[in-house]
């Protein structure tokens, strides 16, 4: 069993669709990020955080210490969302990432 | 602001030939990284520096040597290349280690490369 699992693997919206995205992990964390891998393959740093919730613009993130789970969430999902997304836990001494999970938006 | 450069950005090599990736970071990062990231798998860390003159093994170190000769280059070199490590390769710096701060990690765009 990976350390990090994220589901769905991958994930299909229509335009204007909530979009939630899951993140479980088995390891003690001191920090969890979210990150965004574009199409041509660029990698973006989205959140850090290590409780509660996080927002900026249409993206929020939050995240459970107890039960060890971190959600995305987009709102009004657009085509140019479209991206795999990368939960990343940061244990005692390195990060550790999930496989990701694809999401393609229709217009 | 450039963040974060790699060259190249694709490369092929064939079995037995040795190549130097190049990381480049204008931000006065302290922590620099290399990964790879191969289909179904995640991140994994190949080397990293805490700081310039330093280097530490990640996962996978094999067949990959570094150097942090100026704070603000990281280079990865494959001395003997070989079909194993055909995969996309990713610089990362931060300013703390595992980037445990609100800007966390920022990334190069990648190095493509194919071993034949």
């Known amino acids: 069993k990976n350390e990090v699992e994220q589901s769905p693997q991958n994930l299909t919206a229509q335009e204007g669709e909530f979009i939630t995205i899951n993140c479980s992990y088995s390891?003690?964390?001191?920090?969890l990020h979210w990150l965004q891998q574009h199409p041509g393959g660029g990698i973006v740093s989205l959140f850090m955080?290590?409780?509660g919730k996080k927002k900026h613009g249409r993206l929020i993130a939050t995240i459970n210490i107890q039960e060890k789970h971190s959600s995305l969430h987009i709102t009004a999902s657009h085509p140019r969302d479209s991206a795999v997304y990368i939960c990343?836990?940061?244990?005692?001494?390195?990060?550790?990432f999930g496989t990701g999970t694809r999401l393609q938006v229709f217009p | 602001n450039a963040g974060v450069t790699q060259t190249p950005k694709f490369r092929v090599l064939k079995t037995g030939q040795s190549m130097t990736l190049l990381c480049a970071q204008d931000?006065?990062?302290?922590?620099m990284y290399w990964y790879r990231q191969d289909p179904g798998m995640g991140l994994r860390l190949i080397h990293y520096?805490?700081?310039?003159?330093?280097?530490a093994k990640g996962e996978v170190p094999d067949g990959y040597n570094v150097s942090r000769l100026k704070k603000q280059n990281f280079l990865l070199g494959l001395e003997s290349a070989a079909p194993s490590q055909t995969s996309v390769y990713f610089c990362?710096?931060?300013?703390?280690?595992?980037?445990?701060?609100?800007?966390?990690?920022?990334f190069g765009s990648g190095t493509r490369l194919t071993v034949v």
């Open positions: 990362a710096s931060s300013s703390f280690y595992g980037g445990l701060t609100n800007y966390g990690y920022t």
């Open positions: 955080l290590s409780s």
């Open positions: 390891v003690g964390i001191s920090a």
């Open positions: 990343a836990t940061k244990g005692s001494d390195k990060l550790i």
């Open positions: 520096s805490v700081g310039e003159g330093t280097t």
């Open positions: 931000m006065n990062h302290e922590y």
